[in-house]
């Protein structure tokens, strides 16, 4: 169960930084999306 709290928070946090206003370049911004969705699904599936 924990886990699954913890996947969500993952893709919950890749949404967010996806949303605000970041002072990131758009490949730095792109690459800690990519990758809090990539350890969000990972946990998930493992879970």
Same mark, same amino acid.
């Given at each position: 169960? $924990? ?5 969500? #928070?993952?893709? $919950?946090?890749?949404? #967010?930084?996806? !949303? !605000? ?22 946990? #998930? !599936?493992? $879970?």
């Amino acid at each position: 169960m $924990a886990w699954i709290r913890t996947s969500l #928070a993952l893709l $919950a946090a890749a949404i #967010a930084i996806d !949303v !605000v206003d970041l002072d990131l370049s758009e490949y730095g911004r792109r690459t800690l999306v990519c990758t809090f969705i990539t350890l969000g699904l990972v946990s #998930a !599936v493992l $879970a």
